[in-house]
C-alpha cells in the first residue's frame, strides 16, 4: 500500500488571493495513481483553499470568540471541502473509487499536532472494499484551544503509524528536496537527507510562496522524518510520481 500526500502548492496556485485550483495537475496525478496497480491512501493540502483565510484570521492559534472568525472557520471548511471534491472528481474520472475522509467531520485534536480518536477504521474499511480513501489538511474542533490547523502532514505521520504502508511518497513541486532554495540558481537534488543534513538546512530559507499556517517545508520535513522510522519515505516531485509508485527510486529518500 502507497501512502501518497499532494502538497497544497502543488495542486492549487498557493500564492492566490482566492482558491485557485490546478486542474491539469490535479488530472494528470489522479490519473498516475490510476495507473498503479497498489492500493493507495491520499492526503491532499489545502493551498489557496483555506490558507489564506486561516492566515488573515489566525485560525491555528486557537478561537477568539468572534463571530468574524467563526465565520471564517465556516467558510475555510467549505472551502477545504470544495478542494477535496475537486480531488475525488478527477480520481473518480480516472477510474478509481475515492473516499472522502474530512477531518472536521471525523477527529478531534487537542492541539494542531495532537489527533483524538484517530479513525483508522474509516481508512481501513475503504482499502478493504478496494477504494481509495482520500483525507486533506483541514479546521478541527480543538479540546486545547476551541480550533486548531490539521496539517496533511500531521495526517501522514498518523496514518503511517496506523496502516504501516509499503511507502509513503511526499509529491511537491520540485523533483524533491533541493540543497538550496529551488529559485536559486544551481540548486541540486539531495538524494539522501538525514538528520544532520536536516539541521544543517534549517540555516537557510526555504519559504513556500503564499500563506501557509501549518509549518512550509520545515513541518514536512520533520513529518517526513517521523514516517522513516517506520518505513520507506520519499519527497519527490510530480514528473516522478509515477515512477516512484511502481517502486522506482525518485526524488529524495528520508532517512529517520
Known amino acids: 500500500m502507497n501512502l501518497v500526500k499532494w502538497g497544497g502548492s502543488l495542486i492549487t496556485d498557493k500564492a492566490a488571493a482566492k482558491p485557485t485550483p490546478q486542474r491539469e495537475r490535479i488530472t494528470a496525478l489522479a490519473a498516475a495513481l490510476a495507473a498503479s496497480d497498489a492500493p493507495a491512501v491520499l492526503v491532499h493540502g489545502a493551498g489557496s483553499f483555506g490558507h489564506p483565510l486561516a492566515k488573515r484570521f489566525g485560525l491555528a492559534q486557537g478561537s477568539d470568540g468572534s463571530p468574524e472568525q467563526a465565520a471564517a472557520v465556516a467558510r475555510t471548511r467549505q472551502q477545504v471541502r470544495t478542494l477535496n471534491a475537486l480531488v475525488c472528481e478527477a480520481l473518480a474520472a480516472a477510474g478509481l473509487e475515492p473516499v472522502p475522509i474530512l477531518p472536521s467531520q471525523a477527529l478531534r ?10 479513525p483508522a477504521a474509516s481508512f ?17 474542533d480543538d479540546d486545547s484551544q476551541g ?40 540548486a541540486k537534488l539531495i538524494a539522501q537527507l538525514g538528520g544532520d543534513a536536516r539541521t544543517a538546512m534549517r540555516t537557510q530559507r526555504m519559504d513556500v510562496p503564499g500563506a501557509d499556517v501549518t509549518g512550509g517545508m520545515w513541518g514536512k520535513l520533520e513529518a517526513a522524518a517521523a514516517i522513516a522510522r517506520e518505513c520507506e519515505c520519499r519527497i519527490i516531485g510530480a514528473g516522478g510520481f509515477a515512477a516512484a509508485l511502481a517502486g522506482d527510486p525518485a526524488g529524495t529518500l528520508v532517512l529517520p
Not at 481501513?124 to 478541527?140: H, I
Not at 490539521?150 to 511507502?167: E, K, Y
Request: hydrophobic share 45%; proline share 7%.
Open 124 to 140: 481501513e474499511a475503504a482499502l478493504e472494499a478496494g477504494r481509495l480513501p482520500v483525507t486533506c489538511g483541514d479546521v478541527t
Open 147 to 186: 480550533i486548531a490547523i490539521l496539517s496533511g502532514d500531521t495526517l501522514m505521520v498518523a496514518l503511517a503509524r496506523a496502516l504501516r504502508p509499503q511507502r509513503v511518497l511526499f509529491v511537491i513541486n520540485h523533483p524533491g528536496v533541493m540543497d538550496r532554495d529551488p529559485a536559486e540558481p544551481g
Open 109 to 118: 485534536t487537542a492541539g494542531s499536532q495532537t489527533i483524538i480518536d484517530f
